[in-house]
Structures are given as structure tokens and as C-alpha cells.
């Protein structure tokens, strides 16, 4: 069992930066892909960028060149680090994981698929 903690939401202006952190319990951290998805007001979950267990990375087109997804083992950490936010970034932002399958770690698997431990969710604003 793996349990998921998000933090570092909050309000932005147009143009800001957030990191977003995922801090996770349990064993065997290494051996789970890591996600992000968010989830826009009035619209579906959607996929951000995940990181396979051999720190391959993958990203949505809408955030591709400003969003930076990366782990630490260690630390049991996932980071997103969010630049030059765009009001379509408001949403609250899932972290997650999966044990080592086709759908972590496959570059055309961008669904949900795969992930069966998912954090609270953490608020991110982007005001203009």
C-alpha cells in the first residue's frame, strides 16, 4: 500500500512559477511510475507527465517546455515544477503511482491506467 501527499498549491499570476511536491509512504519506491494529473474546473481528468522507474519522462502537449516532472527515490519525492503558468493551468493537480507496467512506463500510455495510488489533490490558481 502507498499512500500520497501533495503540497505547494496556491495562487499565481500569469507568467509564475509553483513546485508541487508528492511525498509517498510505503516500500519499494523505486519500483512505481509516477504521474500528474489534474483535473480543470468544468472539465475531465487530464494528464500532465509522468516519469517511469528508470526516470524517463513523458508530458501532456499543453505543458510540454514549461512543466518538469522528476522523483527522488530516496526521499520518496515526485516534484512538478510549474513555469510560465497559463490560466488553462488552474486545476487541481493529482499526484500518483503505479507499480512497473506498460502503462507507467510505455511513452504512449498516457492515461490513468496503471495507477492505483492517487494523493488529495492540491489547488493551483493562475489569475490574470
Known amino acids: 500500500q502507498v499512500q500520497l501527499v501533495e503540497s505547494g498549491g496556491g495562487l499565481v499570476q500569469i507568467g509564475g512559477s509553483l513546485r508541487l511536491s508528492c511525498v509517498a509512504s510505503?516500500?519499494?519506491?523505486?519500483?512505481?511510475?509516477l504521474a500528474w494529473f489534474r483535473h480543470p474546473p468544468g472539465k475531465e481528468r487530464e494528464f500532465v507527465a509522468k516519469?517511469?522507474?528508470?526516470?524517463?519522462?513523458y508530458y501532456a502537449d499543453s505543458v510540454k517546455d514549461r512543466f518538469t516532472i522528476s522523483r527522488d527515490n530516496e526521499k520518496f519525492t515526485s516534484i512538478l515544477q510549474m513555469d510560465n503558468l497559463k490560466p488553462d493551468d488552474t486545476a487541481v493537480y493529482y499526484c500518483?503511482?503505479?507499480?512497473?507496467?506498460?502503462?507507467?512506463?510505455?511513452?504512449?500510455?498516457?492515461?490513468?491506467?496503471?495507477?492505483?495510488?492517487w494523493g488529495q489533490g492540491t489547488q493551483v490558481t493562475v489569475s490574470s
Open positions: 516519469i517511469t522507474t528508470s526516470g524517463d519522462t
Open positions: 510505503g516500500r519499494a519506491y523505486s519500483r512505481y511510475g
Open positions: 500518483a503511482a503505479g507499480l512497473k507496467s506498460r502503462f507507467t512506463e510505455f511513452p504512449g500510455t498516457l492515461s490513468a491506467r496503471g495507477y492505483d495510488y
